[in-house]
């Protein structure tokens, strides 16, 4: 199997997303993550009819970010995205905030699980689940 890149997108820091030190407000990079999760699921056709009929949705479960350098107005971060599947009812998508000379701004660690939206709990076997709804896990993750 041919090793592929990982999912990017690419992001402008706007002047309204600073705070009172001038540098990016911790709550956009959760933002910034969000944006890059869901173009990716968007990518691998989790958006569309299938999840839907399925009558299931990802959820976030856990949100955990690890701060490395700071970024301003003006700079221009790309977002990473990837999936990662174990076993259970959870499933990882990880993201890394890069500015384009390849500064590491920040890491964050998401927890997601599938809900079954009549039932309200979560589904096992997300990835199988997934797959079955019509959504390319081999695009969710490097790891595929």
Do not use: Q, W
Request: charged share 30%.
């Amino acid at each position: 199997m041919s090793e592929r890149e990982v999912f990017r997108t690419r992001v402008k820091v706007r002047h309204y997303e600073l705070d009172t030190l001038g540098h990016l407000n911790h709550a956009v990079y959760h933002s910034y993550g969000e944006i890059a999760r869901l173009e990716l699921m968007e990518l691998a056709g989790a958006l569309k009819g299938g999840m839907r009929e399925a009558k299931l949705a990802a959820v976030l479960l856990e949100s955990h970010i690890s701060f490395r350098k700071e970024l301003r107005a003006g700079d221009v971060v790309d977002i990473t995205c990837d999936a990662k599947f174990g076993s259970g009812k959870t499933f990882r998508m990880d993201s890394n905030i890069h500015k384009v000379d390849g500064t590491l701004c920040a890491e964050i660690t998401c927890t997601l699980g599938l809900m079954d939206l009549d039932r309200r709990k979560l589904v096992e076997d997300p990835r199988g689940r997934l797959a079955a709804a019509g959504v390319d896990v081999a695009l969710l993750s490097t790891s595929e």
